[in-house]
C-alpha cells in the first residue's frame, strides 16, 4: 500500500519555526516529485512548493525566504521548514508525490499518493 505520514506539527508562537516531515512506505520516493500543500480553515488549499527527486525546487511566490523543501531519498522522506510562521500559516499541511517523467524539473501536475496532512496552529 502507497502511503505518506506527515508529522512535525502543532502549536507554535508567531515568529517560531517548525520541521514538517513526510515519509513515504510502500514505494521509492527517489522517482517521484513531491508537492507540500497547505490548508487553511475556511481556504482553499494551496500549494506552497513542489520538489524533484533530485532537489530542484519550485516555490510559490507567496512562501518565497520562509518556507524551505528538503528530502531525503535514502530515508524516503521530505522535509518543510518553515520560519517566521505567522497566523496565516494555520492549516493543515499535506505532501502528495507525483511520478516524475524528467527528474531535471519539479512536476508535481499530477500527484497520486497524499497523506493526511499535519496540522499547523500558529497563535499567541
Known amino acids: 500500500q502507497l502511503q505518506l505520514v506527515e508529522s512535525g506539527g502543532g502549536l507554535v508562537q508567531p515568529g517560531g519555526s517548525l520541521r514538517l516531515s513526510c515519509v513515504a512506505s510502500?514505494?521509492?520516493?527517489?522517482?517521484?516529485?513531491i508537492a507540500w500543500f497547505r490548508h487553511p480553515p475556511g481556504k482553499d488549499r494551496e500549494r506552497v512548493l513542489c520538489?524533484?527527486?533530485?532537489?530542484?525546487?519550485d516555490y510559490e511566490d507567496s512562501v518565497q525566504g520562509r518556507f524551505t523543501g528538503s528530502r531525503d531519498n535514502a530515508q524516503n522522506t521530505a522535509y518543510l521548514q518553515i520560519n517566521s510562521l505567522n497566523p496565516e500559516d494555520t492549516g493543515r499541511y499535506h505532501c502528495?508525490?507525483?511520478?516524475?517523467?524528467?527528474?531535471?524539473?519539479?512536476?508535481?501536475?499530477?500527484?497520486?499518493?497524499w497523506g493526511r496532512g499535519t496540522l499547523v496552529t500558529v497563535s499567541s
Open positions: 502528495a508525490a507525483g511520478l516524475e517523467t524528467d527528474s531535471t524539473a519539479p512536476d508535481c501536475t499530477v500527484t497520486s499518493v
Open positions: 510502500g514505494f521509492n520516493m527517489d522517482i517521484y516529485s
Open positions: 520538489i524533484s527527486s533530485t532537489g530542484i525546487i
